[in-house]
């Protein structure tokens, strides 16, 4: 055999040896105001790529909306997973598909795209390493629309990083917001009576014994 014929079945076995099958599972649902989980399977994942599971509320009335995405953790065996954030009460399905990105956040190889109701008798348990991602969730923007702008259908909680189209990192800017004009507002005096604390700003009333 030629030096030719050699190099071609080399990039051929290269290119198998390196070949990348991404698959996302169908969850059978996904709670209503609460963590659901998505699972993946992944090979052949190169160095300098991630995984991501891209998602969005799917309500056919609005219109088509950019999708948002999630970090997928990884676990043994070319399996991973994914927490979403909560999804409020108007959510009712959740379409998504994972994909392998490169570092400049092109998508490089991706599964098919999966459909799941929401619904408020759904019931998932969640690891304590599950729950602990699900409550400190990086969420990813594939638009410039999406930034300054709570994630569209979905509640603020658990919410603390995010990353914009560009893939600039930052915390999150709008849920904060929102947290500090509803402290702003007094939501907290009520708790804080009950349980005897002062809020700054209330001075007590003088002891009668003091002169």
């Given at each position: 055999?030629n030096?030719?014929?050699l190099?071609?079945?080399?990039?051929?076995?290269?290119s198998t040896?390196?070949?990348?099958?991404?698959?996302v599972?169908k969850?059978?649902c996904?709670?209503?105001?609460?963590?659901?989980?998505?699972r993946?399977?992944?090979?052949?994942e190169?160095?300098?790529?991630s995984?991501?599971l891209?998602?969005?509320w799917r309500?056919?009335g609005?219109?088509?909306k950019?999708?948002?995405?999630?970090p997928?953790?990884a676990?043994?065996?070319?399996?991973?997973?994914?927490?979403p954030?909560k999804p409020e009460?108007?959510n009712?399905r959740?379409?998504?598909?994972?994909?392998?990105?490169?570092?400049?956040?092109?998508v490089v190889?991706?599964?098919?795209?999966q459909l799941?109701?929401?619904?408020?008798?759904?019931?998932?348990q969640l690891?304590a390493k599950e729950?602990?991602?699900a409550?400190?969730?990086t969420v990813g923007e594939t638009?410039?629309?999406q930034q300054?702008r709570?994630v569209l259908?979905f509640?603020?909680?658990?919410?603390?990083?995010r990353?914009?189209h560009?893939g600039i990192?930052r915390a999150?800017d709008?849920?904060?917001?929102?947290?500090?004009a509803?402290w702003?507002?007094?939501?907290?005096?009520?708790?804080?009576?009950l349980i005897?604390?002062?809020?700054?700003?209330?001075d007590?009333?003088?002891s009668p014994?003091?002169p």
């Amino acid at each position: 055999m030629n030096a030719r014929g050699l190099f071609a079945i080399a990039l051929l076995l290269g290119s198998t040896a390196h070949a990348q099958t991404v698959s996302v599972e169908k969850a059978p649902c996904i709670p209503r105001e609460d963590n659901g989980i998505v699972r993946a399977a992944i090979t052949g994942e190169a160095p300098g790529q991630s995984a991501r599971l891209y998602f969005r509320w799917r309500n056919d009335g609005q219109g088509d909306k950019a999708f948002y995405w999630v970090p997928l953790e990884a676990e043994p065996n070319g399996r991973y997973w994914a927490t979403p954030p909560k999804p409020e009460k108007r959510n009712s399905r959740v379409e998504y598909y994972a994909a392998l990105v490169d570092p400049a956040g092109k998508v490089v190889a991706r599964s098919e795209t999966q459909l799941t109701p929401v619904t408020g008798d759904c019931k998932v348990q969640l690891t304590a390493k599950e729950r602990g991602v699900a409550e400190n969730l990086t969420v990813g923007e594939t638009s410039p629309d999406q930034q300054g702008r709570e994630v569209l259908a979905f509640l603020c909680d658990g919410i603390v990083t995010r990353i914009n189209h560009a893939g600039i990192r930052r915390a999150d800017d709008v849920c904060r917001v929102c947290v500090v004009a509803w402290w702003k507002k007094g939501a907290v005096l009520p708790a804080a009576a009950l349980i005897g604390v002062i809020v700054p700003g209330d001075d007590p009333e003088p002891s009668p014994s003091r002169p």
